[in-house]
């Protein structure tokens, strides 16, 4: 109940197009998501993240959609860089928790 | 205003010996988490201290690994009698005092650590 389940593991864009990472959970206990952006040999950066009363949120190229009935939320990368090409992590908080819960990471390669 | 900061950035051990790694959290956080990521995988929460109180150790390895978070100074995650299997990247994060501490992390650089 306490995993954040994160998919693909691995994503290959052409430079300018979509990417979508995805993450499901169980507890609806969890009231905030947060995306962590990774470059190699840093540590995890905030990047966006929502609240379930709301169904997106957007910062820039950066968009969350969630769906609390599905217990389901995703990244998109509008417009995808080069220097986009980073390991994304989903996150999950709340209820009886008092840490972030990691999904597995996404490896995500943007094409020049 | 600094960020998270960690010290040191990479520490060679031997098997069997103590490694010590430091972590200095942002001016005005006074919760700190412990993460353990091995390579190609996620994060895995360790720990979460308060100073001078351990809130959550319920990821922590029952033997070798202690954490502690002192009235003053940076918090401290030691490992006694390392194993091979202990390298790893470990990261701190903090969070500022709030009624929802720990939903917002920043994250430190990292410590990795290599046991040969």
């Known amino acids: 109940q306490q995993q954040v389940k994160q998919s693909p593991q691995s994503l290959i864009v052409q430079k300018g197009g979509i990417s979508i990472i995805n993450c499901a959970y169980e507890?609806?206990?969890?009231?905030?998501f947060p995306w962590y952006q990774q470059f190699p040999g840093k540590g995890p950066a905030l990047l966006i993240a929502?609240?379930?009363?709301?169904s997106e949120k957007k910062e820039g190229r950066f968009t969350i959609s969630f769906n609390k009935s599905a217990k389901q939320f995703s990244l998109h990368i509008m417009d995808s860089q080069p220097g986009d090409s980073a390991t994304y992590f989903c996150?999950?908080?709340?209820?009886?928790?008092?840490?972030?819960?990691f999904g597995t990471g996404t490896l995500l390669a943007v094409q020049p | 205003n600094a960020g998270v900061m960690q010290n040191p950035r990479h520490l060679v051990r031997r098997r069997g010996q103590e490694a010590r790694l430091r972590c200095s959290p942002m001016?005005?956080?006074?919760?700190v988490y412990w993460y353990r990521q091995l390579p190609e995988e996620g994060l895995k929460f360790m720990v979460y201290?308060?100073?001078?109180?351990?809130?959550?150790e319920s990821g922590m390895p029952k033997e070798r690994f202690s954490a502690e978070f002192p009235k003053e100074g940076p918090s401290i995650l030691r490992i006694q009698q390392v194993v091979r299997g202990d390298s790893a990247a470990y990261f701190c994060?903090?969070?500022?005092?709030?009624?929802?501490?720990?939903?917002?992390?920043?994250f430190g650089p990292g410590t990795r650590l290599l046991v040969l």
């Open positions: 201290l308060q100073k001078e109180n351990i809130i959550d």
């Open positions: 507890n609806t206990a969890f009231d905030y």
């Open positions: 929502i609240r379930p009363d709301v």
């Open positions: 001016k005005g956080h006074s919760h």
């Open positions: 994060a903090s969070s500022p005092p709030s009624g929802r501490a720990g939903e917002t992390q920043y």
């Open positions: 996150a999950a908080w709340g209820g009886a928790t008092n840490k972030l819960i």
